[in-house]
């Protein structure tokens, strides 16, 4: 949380805003809205315990102005950890920075 406070109160320091959030995905690849007008960086961290339902998740800003693309991958097994999309919901925590 001390990392959350910390880049809300250096955006907001510099003009910028900070929004944050959780979700389920509704699947491996989504992008949400942030309540910004541009997201300028952002970020993701699983919500829960990593295992093989869920090991990694990247945020990136989206397309759409405003919006953080959320990607979700799991292993390929418990002896492959190659890296596949998600193909059960799960928890993300996510925040952005921008205007």
Not at 22 to 35: F, N, R, Y
Request: net charge positive.
């Amino acid at each position: 949380m001390a990392l959350f406070q910390s880049l809300g109160v250096s955006a907001a320091q510099n003009g910028k805003r900070f929004a944050s959030g959780t979700l389920v995905p509704s699947g491996a690849d989504v992008s949400i809205a942030s309540g910004l007008a541009t997201v300028e960086h952002c970020g993701v961290s699983i919500a829960n315990v990593p295992g093989l339902g869920h090991f990694i998740s990247i945020a990136t800003p989206g397309t759409a102005a405003g919006t953080v693309r959320i990607r979700s991958y799991k292993p390929t097994g418990a002896g492959d950890v190659t890296p596949i999309a998600i193909t059960s919901a799960v928890a993300v925590s996510w925040w952005a920075v921008g205007t």
